[in-house]
């Protein structure tokens, strides 16, 4: 291999430097752009951006959680006042307050847009079985962000939802009553209901979405997106050169002569 | 296995290896193609998020600088907790609404446990559990009428239960608290129990406690109006207004630990007073 190509720029080679140093060290580089160029079927349309949708809300509840953690004070005595202060005096304080309270709506409608997209494509059949279970444990994780987050500006409102929907847990056989007893923190809700309150909502719950979301959007790229299901194109759909052994089990014989163009 | 029907398994197989076919063979590009629809689509929910965020402030702050206003979307805040006078009614959040209704269904103390845990988790189930009852191959939904039957059913109950959630009223303390006169002259109420027939009215017991005929029944609470001929005893009823499932297992009802001695014990007087109209 005698002939070289020509010199790449100075430019180039600033841009490239980097990026192959660490591709040599980690493979990220390849990993990236595996994920960028990888092929999705030609038909994918405008609900199959709800998942990344939802991802986006996700990722506006994060930032914006973490700077409300920078304000608020998760102690009975503390938590309204705080909570008054960054709504009224921080620098636009109201706008991350309205964006992380009003966003934890939007995550929640976009989840269920999002999963009654994938109900009516069918996309949850085979082999992706497993992702629609991570997707309704993502549910009730989003759900359980939302139950717990509604406590912390400790006013009224926050406070009676919480006692009832604490003492309803409280109802559940076996577990309930263990189960209230733990949210709680003791007899009475406080300061220790407060602090649990706190710690579940802004790290044991969104870890565990994050994890999830992690293994959700691994079987995303590895098991590729289902095509709509009324496509002429779709990807996969049967097809009439099948082998006839095959195909006689794939379709049926009444339904594909009735206009099915192939 | 070789002659023969190929296996259900084997059809499935055969045609996620003829998706990836044709998906190698036909596909675009998800960068930049559907990117640029992802990106769009992010881009609207992020608009979205920040105008819901202005509205709010703007219509519930800004006209009196008084972050208790009502606004369009509500508040900023309400009053502080205040664990003491329970005059509020508990509200959740809208999307736990359809739970919240739930339960309101399941009215007789026998049937809260299905309103509470038994509904749901068999709902929940039946969700998580979706792929592995549908196991059919298609996906058109032309060819999928039980899918869609459920789908319907499902969004329409969701729909009711979530609309009479945001519509039930509950009685608020003030409408209560009118009430009070009433009581006093139909049961003949002594004047010792007077105090405590203003702390039931504004403590919140009606949000689930019927009283001759004010509130309204919720999550399996008895009606009250002839409490006191059950004569359970002051001692007993503080016991249960102090820790409701330590006395009775499972209840639902709230703890009044906090209302403090003293109003519990007026209560009490109230509550066993309750002969019913006389
Ligand atoms: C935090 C919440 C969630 C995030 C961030 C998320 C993200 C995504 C993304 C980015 C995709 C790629 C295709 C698309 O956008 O439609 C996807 C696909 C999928 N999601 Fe989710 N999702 C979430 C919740 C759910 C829920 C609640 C369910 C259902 C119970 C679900 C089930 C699925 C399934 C089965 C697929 C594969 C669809 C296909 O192959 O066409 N996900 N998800």
């Not at chain 1, 030609?42 to 991802?55: I, R």
């Not at chain 1, 509840?61 to 705080?82: C, E, F, H, K, R």
């Not at chain 1, 109802?171 to 309930?176: H, K, R, V, W």
């Not at chain 2, 269904?105 to 509904?119: C, M, R």
């Amino acid at each position: 291999m005698s002939t070289r190509r020509r010199q790449p720029s100075r430019m180039q080679q600033a841009v490239d430097f980097p990026l192959d140093w660490l591709e040599e060290r980690s493979g990220l580089v390849g990993g990236v752009k595996y994920f960028l160029f990888r092929k999705v079927p030609a038909d994918t349309n405008w609900m199959q951006t709800l998942g990344s949708a939802t991802l986006t809300a996700f990722l506006v509840q994060t930032v914006t959680g973490v700077i409300l953690a920078m304000y608020y004070q998760p102690t009975p005595n503390d938590a309204y006042a705080s909570i008054v202060n960054i709504t009224d005096h921080v620098t636009l304080g109201w706008l991350v307050r309205g964006m992380h309270k009003w966003g934890a709506s939007v995550f929640i409608i976009l989840m269920f847009l999002h999963m009654g997209r994938v109900f009516l494509f069918g996309a949850y059949k085979y082999p992706r079985e497993l992702n629609w279970v991570l997707g309704v444990l993502l549910l009730v994780m989003g759900m359980a962000e939302g139950f717990t987050g509604y406590l912390l500006p400790w006013d009224q409102t926050a406070y009676w939802a919480s006692v009832v929907g604490i003492n309803l847990n409280g109802t559940a056989p076996f577990l309930g009553p263990w189960l209230a007893q733990f949210l709680r923190g003791g007899q009475d809700i406080g300061a220790e209901t407060l602090a649990r309150f706190y710690s579940l909502h802004m790290l044991v719950i969104p870890g565990a979405i994050f994890a999830l979301i992690g293994l959700h959007l691994y079987l995303v790229i590895r098991l590729g997106v289902t095509s709509p299901p009324w496509s002429k194109e779709a990807a996969g759909a049967d097809r009439a050169d099948e082998p006839s052994q095959l195909r006689e089990g794939l379709t049926r014989p009444a339904a594909r002569g009735a206009g099915e163009s192939e | 296995m070789a002659a023969g029907k190929p296996s259900a398994v084997d059809e499935r197989r055969a045609q996620f290896a003829r998706y990836k076919q044709d998906v190698k063979a036909r596909g675009k590009s998800f960068y930049p193609f559907a990117m640029f629809e992802d990106t769009v689509m992010s881009l609207v929910v992020v608009t979205v998020i920040v105008a819901l965020a202005a509205v709010w402030k703007w219509t519930a702050w800004a006209p009196h600088h008084l972050g208790t206003h009502q606004g369009l979307l509500g508040p900023e805040y309400t009053a502080p907790a205040d664990p003491g006078t329970t005059n509020f009614v508990p509200r959740p959040d809208w999307y736990f609404y359809f739970l919240f209704y739930l339960l309101r269904i399941f009215k007789w103390p026998e049937t809260v446990f299905l309103g509470t845990v038994g509904v749901p988790t068999i709902a929940l189930i039946l969700l998580i559990a979706l792929p592995f009852y549908d196991v059919r191959r298609e996906r058109r939904l032309s060819r999928r009428p039980v899918a869609v039957v459920g789908l319907v059913l499902t969004i329409l109950s969701m729909a009711i239960l979530t609309w009479k959630g945001a519509t039930a009223s509950e009685a608020l303390a003030s409408e209560v608290i009118a009430d009070v006169p009433n009581w006093i002259s139909a049961e003949k109420l002594p004047p010792a129990a007077v105090p405590g027939a203003k702390l039931f009215a504004v403590a919140g017991c009606t949000a689930c406690h019927t009283y001759l005929g004010t509130g309204s029944s919720n999550l399996g609470a008895p009606d009250l109006t002839t409490i006191g001929t059950r004569n359970l005893g002051i001692a007993f009823q503080i016991r249960h207004l102090q820790c409701p499932s330590c006395v009775n297992p499972g209840s639902p009802m709230p703890k009044f630990a906090s209302l403090g001695t003293t109003r519990l014990h007026e209560l009490a007087v109230f509550l066993e007073a309750s002969k019913g109209k006389k």
